[in-house]
T-cell receptor, first 113, second 113 residues
Framework: GENVEQHPSTLSVQEGDSAVIKCTYSDSASNYFPWYKQELGKRPQLIIDIRSNVGEKKDQRIAVTLNKTAKHFSLHITETQPEDSAVYFCAARRSPGTYKYIFGTGTRLKVLA | DSGVTQTPKHLITATGQRVTLRCSPRSGDLSVYWYQQSLDQGLQFLIQYYNGEERAKGNILERFSAQQFPDLHSELNLSSLELGDSALYFC????????????FGPGTRLTVL
């Protein structure tokens, strides 16, 4: 069935360093890939997304890259800050088609001051 | 604040009981999604409605059902509750049914004793 693998499950970085989280999806027809940040006990919040007709997208310190051939997409956070500490989820969706979102298992990022 | 509201915020009930969770989407959004997040787990997609009709189904148990009403609010009904149903239940909404950004509500924390 469809699934999204996300690595690593936990990641600790020093403040100011970069963090990279990787996801691999199984459904080659997936065409929308959002990333969510979830702080403890709060709702997931969209931080960046990318569609399959684009290879890279950047928003200030956050960037996402997509490799359709490898069915692989990554989140890059530069100049990390303590407030970046949270759980990050990737997701993949095919539309039209099944429409349902398949989420990765999450990465707990800890930025050490 | 995403504009998506969920009630109640917390719900404590006993095994075997039935509960109803309510979600009001953002103004103008036609799609509503339901997710389950167990403790320290990822997001499990349950079901999506678009303009009153079921659009996609995920890992939703037969004991669970949902509907979207003409005013576009949605309800998730959970019956014959078990201890393992204790989780955060999120609702999200998006304008359409395609590759649109979805906005999450604050969630309902369900505790089954």
């Amino acid at each position: 069935g469809e699934n999204v693998e996300q690595h690593p499950s936990t990641l600790s970085v020093q403040e100011g360093d970069s963090a990279v989280i990787k996801c691999t999806y199984s459904d080659s027809a997936s065409n929308y890939f959002p990333w969510y940040k979830q702080e403890l006990g709060k709702r997931p919040q969209l931080i960046i997304d990318i569609r399959s007709n684009v290879g890279e997208k950047k928003d200030q310190r956050i960037a996402v890259t997509l490799n359709k051939t490898a069915k692989h997409f990554s989140l890059h956070i530069t100049e990390t800050q303590p407030e970046d500490s949270a759980v990050y989820f990737c997701a993949a969706r095919r539309s039209p088609g099944t429409y349902k979102y398949i989420f990765g298992t999450g990465t707990r990022l800890k930025v050490l001051a | 604040d995403s504009g998506v509201t969920q009630t109640p915020k917390h719900l404590i009930t006993a095994t075997g009981q039935r509960v109803t969770l309510r979600c009001s989407p953002r103004s103008g959004d036609l799609s509503v999604y339901w997710y389950q997040q167990s403790l320290d787990q990822g997001l499990q997609f349950l079901i999506q409605y678009y303009n009153g009709e079921e659009r996609a189904k995920g890992n939703i148990l037969e004991r669970f059902s949902a509907q979207q009403f003409p005013d576009l609010h949605s309800e998730l009904n959970l019956s014959s509750l078990e201890l393992g149903d204790s989780a955060l239940y999120f609702c999200a909404s998006s304008p359409g049914q395609g590759t649109d950004t979805q906005y999450f509500g604050p969630g309902t924390r369900l505790t089954v004793l």
